[in-house]
Structure formats: C-alpha cells, structure tokens
C-alpha cells in the first residue's frame, strides 16, 4: 500500500472518507479538499467517484515560508525513482493561501531544480513536455504545507469520466453528483426531475453496478508500469453487478432529454430511461417516484427572478402530491427552496456547503 492524498470538491471530503471505508481503508481528511489514505493507486483510480484526482506521496513538509524552502524540499527528492531519463514531466502547483510567489513560479523553479538534479548526477535531463507529459509531479502549497507527489490520475481529473458525448451547459461536476446520490436512501425508483444531459441518472446506474471508471478512459499511472494492472482490471470487472433498478431522468426541454439520451450510449446505461416532462408535474408521471435526486436551475441566468420562485413551489407540491418519499438536491437558493419543502410537509436537513466552481451551493435533504 502507498501513501496517497486524494483530492476532492471542497465539501465532499465525508463523502471520500465513506467511500473508503465501504473499501475497507482507513484515511483522513488533512485539508479542505485533501483527504490522505493508505491504499493502491489503481483500485482508486478506477473505483473511486467523490475524488478528482489520487496523487502518490513523495513528501510533505510543514513549516514551509519561503520559494527557496519549497524548493528544498523538491530537491532532497530521488528523482529517479519517479521519472525516467527518457521519458517527459511537467510541474504543476496548487497554491491555497497567501504567499510571496505565485503558483507559477513553483512551476517553472521546481521544474528546474529537478532538471538540476538530474544534470548533477547523470549529465543529462528529461525533457519537459507541458502539454502532454509522460509523469505530472505535483508541488502544491496548502498555507505553509508542501506536498510533493506525483499526479497518478493524469491530464484530465476523475470527474471526467469519459461517457459525456452531450455537454449539457450547466452540467453537473459527477463527483458532486456522486455525492448526492450517496446521501440519498433509494432502492428500487430514483428520478431526477431536471436531468439536463443526465449526469445524476448516469452517475447513479454506474455507482450502484459498481463500473470502474477504466471502461471509459485511461490513466496516467497506466503508462509507468510500477502496478498489475491487469489484475486490478480483472478483480474490478468480477465485482461489476447486474442489478436493475428503475432509474429516470426527466427535463422540459427535447434537446436536453435527447441530449441524455445520447450519453446513455457511451456510458452502457441503456436502461436508464431518459423522457419529456416538468418538474411542478410530478403527479402526473405513471409510476411513484419515491426517491428524487437533483440539481435544480439556481436562476442565475433567467431574467425573471420569480421563475425560479415558481419552479421551486411548483416542484415542493407536486413532489408532495405524487408521493416523494425523499429529495437530494443542492442549489444556492437553498432557503427559499427549504421553506418551499417545509411548506409542504417536508422535514429539511440542510447536509453541508460544497465549493463548485466559486458558487457555494448547499446539499439538502427533505423527507416526509
Ligand atoms: C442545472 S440543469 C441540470 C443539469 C444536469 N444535472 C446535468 O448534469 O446535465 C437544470 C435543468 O432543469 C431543467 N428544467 C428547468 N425547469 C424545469 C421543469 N419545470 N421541469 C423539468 N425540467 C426543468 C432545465 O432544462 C435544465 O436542463
């Protein structure tokens, strides 16, 4: 097992912590955003569905002030441990907190001090290749922590998928689609009133079958051959389930529900099905949705500030009338969104802030 520090939303940590657990491996969350474990590198790479991204530790120094301090910390490192002569590396940097330097000049110094050190031990470097490098060292500063690792997820973060073919343009980051889906209680009927491309429906057929995210895209850990992959690969396939549950995904508008329609493809989710309808409607739908997870419209684009008063109500009341036992959801208008629920004789939890994007939106919970 290696020491790893998995990233997340800032407010899905919990959600992490659970889906560790539920693996059977212990961690604990280090930083807002940052979670550290023991665990493989590909298992949570390729199971994992709250994280954006798993990085293999090297070092973490706390106490760290200064550029040249950071720096230190990059050079006391044996490089050629983590990347080979031959093969390319970049340098990318988080930066939370106030500092006297900016993150790219961690970049391009730290970049430096490692070429540095290859030059001083073998008279010759590994090239640097910013677009598409072979290995991704990270140094991120968290306030006065450095931690230097290597990026094992890659180019693109875990929240892409892979399946996506319909970019729907609010579309929901699926980690915090995951997260709500965790929170919620369903078992047999799940739907999501204001499915857009389908991210809630998708991410929640994929999580309950237990598809590991390899069917869809690669790794960047796959290409440095330091883990059976193939192994992972075969145990993770045996674990896949066939399971069928009755999963929905509505919305108002014909080229969003095509739009979901067309990610059901990609994403081997066939039987979600994905349909035409409105959200103030619910009663009107042919069968009970009991469960309801979504991710509503915030108005924040509407010219008329009531219509999303009017949306909410309207949803409150007919989830009320058709029988929904539960709503997940999250939005920024959570107040009014919660007095519209209480109003119809929901009991509202209010579960957590979660940072998307720079929106602080709110994970709710109603229940009857
Ligand atoms: C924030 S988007 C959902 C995005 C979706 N989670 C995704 O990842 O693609 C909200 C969706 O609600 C839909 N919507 C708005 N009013 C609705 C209503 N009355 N009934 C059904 N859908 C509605 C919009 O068309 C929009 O696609």
């Not at 450095?146 to 892409?160: E, Q, Y």
Request: aromatic letters at 10%.
């Amino acid at each position: 097992m290696e020491r790893l520090l998995l990233t997340s939303l800032v407010g899905l940590e919990g959600y992490v912590l659970g889906e560790l657990e539920e693996l059977g491996y212990r961690a604990k969350v280090i930083r807002k955003g940052r979670i550290e474990a023991r665990g493989h590198v590909p298992l949570f790479n390729y199971v994992l569905r709250t994280v954006e991204r798993v990085i293999l530790l090297i070092d973490v120094e706390e106490d760290v002030q200064t550029l040249k301090e950071v720096l230190d910390v990059v050079a006391s490192v044996d490089w050629d441990e983590y990347i080979p002569l031959d093969r390319s590396f970049a340098v990318r940097t988080e930066r939370i907190g106030e500092h006297p330097f900016r993150s790219l000049d961690v970049e391009r110094e730290a970049g430096g001090v490692i070429v540095d050190w290859f030059l001083g031990r073998y008279g010759r470097r590994p090239p640097v290749n910013l677009e598409d490098p072979w290995v991704t060292v990270r140094v991120d500063v968290d306030e006065d922590t450095v931690f230097v690792g290597l990026d094992t997820t890659g180019g693109k973060a875990l929240h892409r998928r892979g399946w996506r073919v319909y970019h729907h343009p609010a579309a929901l980051n699926t980690t915090l689609a995951s997260a709500l889906i965790r929170e919620s209680s369903w078992k047999d009927v799940l739907l999501d009133p204001m499915a857009g491309g389908g991210t809630i429906p998708i991410e929640a057929e994929l999580g309950r079958r237990r598809v590991p995210h390899f069917l869809f895209r690669s790794f960047a850990f796959e290409r440095w051959g330091r883990w059976n992959i193939w192994r992972w690969r075969r145990k993770l396939r045996k674990r896949i389930r066939w399971i069928v549950d009755d999963i929905y995904g509505m919305d108002k508008f014909t080229k969003h529900v095509r739009g979901c329609k067309e990610n059901l493809r990609p994403a081997g989710t066939a039987r979600v099905r994905c349909f035409k309808g409105d959200a103030t409607r619910l009663e009107r739908l042919p069968f009970t949705p009991t469960h309801v997870v979504t991710n509503p419209p915030y108005g924040l684009k509407i010219a008329n500030p009531r219509a999303v008063d009017e949306l909410y109500a309207g949803f409150a009341a007919s989830a009320r009338e058709a029988g929904v036992e539960e709503i997940v959801l999250i939005t920024t208008k959570w107040q009014r969104m919660a007095r519209y629920l209480e109003e119809e004789g929901y009991t509202v939890e209010v579960k957590g802030e979660v940072l998307y994007g720079k929106l602080p939106v709110k994970l709710m919970v109603a229940r009857r």
